[in-house]
């Protein structure tokens, strides 16, 4: 958790430019907006210039998170790019593309910080650390090691990071490294309550909904063990809900007894689906999902396949009972 841990050829590259583009993956969650936002910040308070620009909208949840009426949204570039940015520094993004903007972005120097397994190491700079619980404590020790003063904001975004892909410190990365984080960034004057009050305290009425639409399509498999749920357009447009307000859906059936394996299909397309996984402890999703062209973590990761739902159920259906197998009667 040192500073010294972050690689000095990103500390130089970011000490050597006067401003940067900061982006994250498509439909950007907790640890890719709070460690966009923070980063910002700790920029600024080192005399350097940051714009975030992201593909995508942030989930309603979000938009509260300070700073978030300031970030470039959609196709189009920022006033300024590229002639006036040093480089990119693209957070908690396996591959180039899971960006979405990677034609625009490609012609300048990539600053890849990422704790994703199967990252590509498409940067001119790469710092992967997969045993980071969240990009948002890699985001901290950068900085530390540049001087920048944590402000009580910085802190209670940097803290959201680690709630959020820690599963409010429930899944397996809850490490020493999170909650000794955790504990410093309270010291720094993150706020808990205003994170537990953006995540869980402010859902709009059309996710209650959405959430109902969803659990009415429960199922379980495999004795229990694997639970699938799906939402298509329809559901969507009954509920007047956007893609964004299908985030954290998933934690609900993972919470059933004995499941110890969920997907979730949401439709992106006539014949097109986004499968996410999540599982529990030796339940690795993320081969599932590198089989697949996704990735992830070990224990939450996604993909997109086309064709038809129930035949896209039951091939999902056969690589989770494989990963359960392997996790019960693991190879020699």
């Not at 300048?108 to 001119?124: A, W």
Request: glycine content about 10%; charged content about 25%.
């Amino acid at each position: 958790m040192s500073a010294s841990d972050v690689p000095e050829a990103v500390v130089r590259r970011i000490q050597s430019g006067d401003r940067f583009l900061l982006t994250s993956h498509v439909h950007p969650d907790g640890d890719a907006l709070g460690s966009e936002l923070a980063l910002a910040r700790l920029l600024h308070a080192v005399g350097k210039g940051a714009t975030i620009w992201n593909r995508d909208a942030a989930p309603s949840i979000y938009r509260p998170l300070p700073g978030s009426d300031r970030i470039h949204v959609g196709e189009t570039p920022p006033h300024g790019f590229p002639e006036h940015y040093s480089g990119v520094v693209v957070l908690e993004c396996p591959s180039l593309e899971r960006c979405g903007l990677e034609e625009a972005i490609a012609g300048l120097p990539i600053i890849n910080v990422d704790h994703h397994l199967g990252n590509t190491c498409y940067g001119k700079v790469n710092w992967i650390d997969t045993a980071a619980p969240a990009v948002g404590a890699m985001v901290y020790r950068l900085g530390r090691a540049l001087g920048a003063e944590v402000d009580a904001d910085a802190a209670t975004l940097l803290y959201l990071t680690l709630v959020t892909d820690t599963g409010g410190f429930r899944f397996s990365n809850a490490t020493a490294e999170a909650f000794a984080t955790a504990a410093e960034l309270v010291r720094a004057g993150a706020r808990p309550e205003r994170v537990s009050l953006w995540l869980y305290e402010s859902q709009p009425p059309a996710v209650m909904r959405l959430l109902g639409e969803l659990l009415a399509t429960l199922e379980l498999h495999h004795d229990g063990r694997i639970a699938t749920v799906w939402l298509t357009r329809e559901m969507f447009e009954r509920c007047g809900a956007q893609d964004s307000d299908s985030e954290g859906l998933i934690d609900y059936p993972r919470s059933i007894a004995g499941v110890e394996a969920v997907a979730l299909f949401r439709q992106v397309g006539e014949r097109a689906f986004k499968v996410s996984l999540r599982s529990r402890g030796a339940v690795d999703v993320e081969r599932i999902a590198r089989r697949f062209g996704g990735g992830g973590h070990k224990n939450a990761a996604g993909f997109r396949l086309e064709g038809e739902r129930q035949e896209l159920v039951g091939i999902t259906l056969d690589a989770l009972r494989e990963a359960l197998e392997q996790a019960t009667c693991p190879p020699k």
